[in-house]
């Protein structure tokens, strides 16, 4: 077992209806850690922690408000004692172009991906520092790739990596570390949801080798797992999406090239899906994205 193994930590994890959150909670459980569900779907959520047992438990929060974070925060220290760890995992997504996707949709995902990071861990800071303890924020492939119809979630992605870099350097001298971790497509829900899109799963179809390879949800929680364990600095989900960061200059222009000739096309299918399903409908992706902007 790694040096720094999760056995009698509490790890705080949002998003963890489903996926990579409720993967990685009955995970680190495994190993002996007490886990914090927090997330926006309470029942789901709920059904987790009883999966795992008298090791877990669930709060239901929006990492959008404060007041939600503030609240669950003190009640996982209540329950807990502290928290030693956190794993800023909550997410959605959209499927749209900027010129045509639906507005409230559009920036939901930027306060959730982004501003959710930020909030979680500016209020669960105090107790990580208390103990020493770890950060680790999901970002993704979307952070270096910056894929048509994926504008908001890739900006928010990228923004979690330039925030986590900026941040590790500020609480080093507090004996805290901070990851950031850079999946790349997993099966998960919002996965599926996005695939299964008339017109962007199309798109997503037509992405070439590596790029548009989707993996099983065990091999993001292999690394991520690996990675919680060794309060990793960066988590590559798998390891060839580090290095795509060291030639990311060039991966623009090589993207407009490979998409050159499919956009006028699937630009004319999404205002024509936009007119038969509504923008709403043609935007959201997932089960916890229409969670999210439900609740917006």
């Excluded at 990579?20 to 495994?30: C, D, K, N, S, V």
Aim: net charge positive.
């Amino acid at each position: 077992m790694a040096k720094n193994s999760v056995n009698g930590k509490v790890v705080l994890i949002t998003g963890a209806a489903r996926g990579i959150g409720a993967g990685l909670a009955e995970r680190l459980a495994a190993q002996g850690a007490k886990v914090a569900l927090v997330g926006i779907e309470a029942k789901e959520q709920q059904a987790v922690a009883d999966k795992i047992g008298p090791s877990a438990h669930a709060w239901e929060a929006d990492v959008t408000s404060w007041e939600d974070l503030e609240r669950a925060t003190a009640g996982v220290v209540e329950h807990f004692g502290g928290i030693d760890i956190v794993i800023a995992n909550a997410g959605i997504a959209t499927s749209g172009f900027v010129r045509s996707v639906d507005p409230a949709a559009f920036e939901k995902v930027i306060e959730v991906d982004l501003l959710g990071v930020w909030r979680t861990f500016r209020v669960t800071l105090p107790h990580v520092i208390d103990r020493k303890g770890y950060l680790l924020a999901i970002s993704s492939l979307a952070a270096i790739t910056h894929a048509p119809g994926m504008a908001n979630y890739a900006a928010a992605k990228a923004g979690v990596e330039a925030f986590c870099n900026s941040f590790r350097a500020e609480v080093a001298h507090l004996g805290v570390k901070v990851g950031v971790a850079h999946p790349t497509w997993i099966r998960t829900d919002l996965v599926e949801s996005a695939d299964q899109h008339p017109v962007f799963g199309k798109l997503r179809a037509g992405m070439p080798g590596l790029l548009g390879k989707t993996y099983p949800l065990s091999v993001a929680l292999d690394h991520l797992q690996a990675g919680v364990n060794k309060r990793a600095r960066t988590v590559h989900v798998p390891r060839w999406v580090g290095g795509l960061k060291l030639i990311r200059a060039f991966l623009p222009p090589i993207i407009e090239i490979g998409a050159k000739g499919r956009i006028k096309k699937a630009d004319a299918a999404a205002l024509m899906d936009i007119k038969e399903r509504g923008a709403y409908e043609s935007s959201v992706t997932g089960q916890a994205g229409r969670a999210a902007t439900r609740k917006g």
